[in-house]
């Protein structure tokens, strides 16, 4: 059974970096479209972007190029880093697989538990 | 981007009951290739992540309880709850991956 963990610091000053890390368990990378989903709290729910297993990705332009990606097969771990945080970053950030489908993205089958990151002077 | 809107906002609905969420993309999301319509159903209780119940508009996923059922194409869809159980609480977001940015709606919270 396939398990996503998120892992990373939980508190942030704005301009600060954040990278967080999802480690994959019970399953490989694989050929899958790993994504990244955030919450503020008490709000819905923004895609931030996904990586997939050849390195290539694809985010929210909202974002405004803030975002990086990257995928270590050898370690079964997927990152990002948001540069230049502000309070409006403040949120639930979720790691979850995207099913590939036909060669198309599929839905967002498995997630993990999430990591609350609070940005905060 | 594609705009998801939901309704309602928010219903209560006796044990038992049926209950309905509309979801409306702001434009299709229907793959003339496969015709298969790129959404997807997620149910969320407090302090959990999403969990997908629908995909590619009405398939179920594998372990979800058949009284959920999805159904629409193009740019209207809904989800169906036949009887609802005290365990379905929870607040159900619908989602398109057709085209990137893949949106969600602002969610329907659902009580008893």
């Known amino acids: 059974q396939v398990q996503l963990q998120e892992s990373g610091p939980g508190l942030l000053k704005p301009s600060e970096t954040l990278s967080l890390t999802c480690t994959v368990s019970?399953?490989?990378?694989?050929?899958?479209?790993w994504s990244w989903i955030r919450q503020p709290p008490g709000t819905g729910l923004e895609w931030i972007g996904y990586?997939?297993?050849?390195?290539?990705?694809n985010h929210n332009p909202s974002l405004q190029s803030r975002v990086t990606f990257s995928v270590d097969t050898s370690k079964n771990q997927v990152s990002l880093k948001l540069r230049s945080v502000t309070s409006a970053d403040t949120a639930v950030y979720y790691c979850?697989?995207?099913?590939?489908?036909?060669?198309?993205?599929?839905?967002?089958?498995?997630w993990g538990q999430g990591t609350m990151v609070t940005v905060s002077s | 981007d594609i705009v998801m809107t939901q309704s309602p906002d928010s219903l209560a609905v006796s044990l038992g009951e049926r209950a309905t969420i509309n979801c409306k993309s702001s434009?299709?999301?229907?793959?003339?290739?496969?015709?298969?319509?790129?959404l997807a159903w997620f149910q969320q209780k407090p302090g959990q992540p999403p969990k997908l119940l629908i995909f590619?508009?009405?398939s179920r996923e594998p372990g979800v309880p058949d009284r959920f059922s999805g159904s629409g194409s193009g740019t209207d869809f809904t989800l169906t709850i036949s009887s609802l159980q005290a365990e379905d609480v929870a607040v159900y977001y619908c989602q398109q991956y057709y085209n990137s940015p893949f949106t969600f709606g602002p969610g329907t919270k659902v009580d008893i």
């Open positions: 990586i997939d297993y050849s390195g290539g990705t």
């Open positions: 019970g399953g490989s990378i694989g050929t899958y479209y």
């Open positions: 979850t697989r995207g099913r590939r489908s036909g060669g198309r993205h599929d839905a967002y089958d498995i």
């Open positions: 590619w508009a009405s």
């Open positions: 434009q299709s999301v229907l793959y003339s290739s496969n015709k298969k319509n790129s």
